[in-house]
């Protein structure tokens, strides 16, 4: 009889865990991304392997009349890398390093690798990534096409550090895309959402893999643009840098620490250049940002326990490729009915202090639940066609725990158009690749390259054989 009981418990956990877990993507034709806002059934979703099967899957698309969606990591949440009855390319088996010039610090990779993949291979020969995200797990044609940014706070966005690349075009064309060949092209695909061709391989310029010292500062929310001009930035030993602000109630937008990467030449790299390769206390952490997730009195033992972990942290030393291996996994989840959501915005340095105040107000009328706020430092940097960095910007990285049903995604929406609408009365910008939460009149104040961005789109693909709901959301009528 027990082990019946046993085994009916067994069954019975197994099928709670299944149904838990279960997620669109169980169906392979119908795909969704990191945000699970709007699974579509599509066609079909091939991997990318080689060039020659990639060129086929252009032709197929023509002759059976589809269009093509570009994914790799399937992080971005707006509906950029899928559309309605579109043929999927997951281009995450496309990852190899093809040539590598250690002397000219140079590296030329296929799109579907990851910037783990890239910091494998380079950290044995000493060198580092100059601009990626704070983790490690994206697509270098992924990144691309968002035109990412970092820690770093010399090197600007990612387009800086991109030599070329290899674009598979609507015409079935493989081009050369440099700042002197098919020059148009460069600010046009990079932070494109794919929807000007797929990315096949790219050349990046590479840096030194540097020993830093990590440094620790707390300080007001309304000292920070002082602090970051007067201490960070004035500084030029200082290479990366990250702050958070508290989401505590008792401290909420106000109390904020900083994390400055030092170099450090006392060191040896030699002695430190092992790469960092699994994340610790995964379990503990997921529990607190899960309290945090639930409770106002987790989000105050959460921020209770962060502070002085990372303040613990100053003066050890870390080398640079390790710094940009952020650890993320304790931040998975996959609950039915919500998730967590980014959204993102970039004030001027100047504007920060009031934007922060005001955005302390407008979350608090709106009721949206912010998990953790990070703050980074970006370069103006116009090269990009729809650039964020129109000034030298703070971003501020906003992890929300949002509903997914109806009624709640209104909500959520309602609150976020008005954020957006205090960012633009301070002279910012927000990030497109996340959830389409702005309105087109606020997509177009604040990208006015918008109207060059989609004739150019009109002009390389008038039959638009790239498509995802970015384009659907902003541009489609």
Wanted: charged share 20%.
């Amino acid at each position: 009889m027990k082990k019946w009981l046993a085994l009916l418990l067994l069954t019975v956990c197994c099928l709670i865990s299944y149904f838990w877990n279960g997620t669109p993507d169980q169906n392979p034709y119908l795909i969704t991304d990191y945000s699970r806002l709007h699974p579509v059934k599509v066609a079909s979703v091939k991997k990318g392997h080689e060039e020659e099967q990639l060129a086929a899957i252009l032709q197929e698309a023509k002759e059976k009349n589809l269009s093509i969606s570009i994914a790799g990591q399937r992080h971005s949440q707006g509906g950029h890398t899928f559309y309605k009855d579109s043929i999927v390319v997951d281009m995450t088996a496309y990852n190899r390093v093809l040539s590598f010039d250690k002397e000219h610090k140079l590296i030329n990779v296929q799109a579907g690798a990851t910037w783990k993949d890239v910091q494998d291979y380079i950290n044995p020969y000493g060198l580092a990534v100059k601009t990626m995200q704070s983790q490690n797990i994206f697509t270098i044609g992924g990144s691309l096409s968002v035109n990412a940014h970092g820690r770093d706070i010399r090197n600007g966005s990612l387009i800086k550090s991109v030599e070329s690349f290899r674009l598979l075009t609507a015409d079935g064309q493989i081009k050369q895309v440099s700042r002197s060949d098919n020059a148009e092209l460069f600010p046009l695909a990079i932070g494109g959402y794919g929807l000007f061709g797929i990315i096949l391989d790219v050349t990046l310029s590479l840096t030194d893999n540097e020993m830093y010292k990590i440094a620790f500062d707390k300080m007001d929310a309304s000292e920070y643009s002082t602090y970051f001009m007067e201490q960070v930035k004035a500084n030029p030993d200082i290479h990366m840098h990250i702050a958070r602000i508290s989401v505590a109630p008792d401290h909420f937008l106000t109390d904020m620490y900083a994390m400055n990467y030092v170099v450090d030449r006392s060191i040896s790299l030699q002695d430190h250049d092992a790469l960092k390769t699994r994340e610790s206390g995964v379990e503990l952490s997921k529990l607190l940002f899960n309290l945090n997730r639930t409770f106002d009195w987790g989000k105050t033992l959460l921020w209770q326990l962060q502070e002085p972990y990372f303040a613990k942290q100053a003066g050890k030393s870390i080398t640079r490729n390790n710094a940009m291996r952020s650890e993320s996994a304790f931040m998975a989840y996959d609950q039915a009915g919500s998730n967590d959501l980014l959204q993102e915005y970039f004030v001027p340095v100047q504007e920060f202090a009031g934007f922060v105040n005001e955005f302390r107000a407008l979350l608090k009328s709106e009721n949206l639940n912010l998990l953790n706020i990070t703050v980074r430092y970006v370069n103006q940097d116009e090269e990009a066609e729809l650039s964020y960095a129109k000034d030298d910007m703070f971003a501020l990285v906003c992890l929300f725990h949002v509903p997914l049903s109806d009624q709640g995604q209104s909500q959520v929406r309602s609150g976020i158009q008005k954020v957006i609408d205090q960012v633009i009365q301070h002279r910012g910008s927000y990030y497109l690749p996340y959830a389409a939460y702005p309105r087109i009149d606020q997509f177009k104040a604040v990208y006015p390259a918008q109207e060059a961005f989609f004739r150019k789109k009109e002009q390389y693909d008038p039959n638009h054989l790239f498509m995802n709901y970015f384009y659907m959301d902003y541009k489609g009528e």
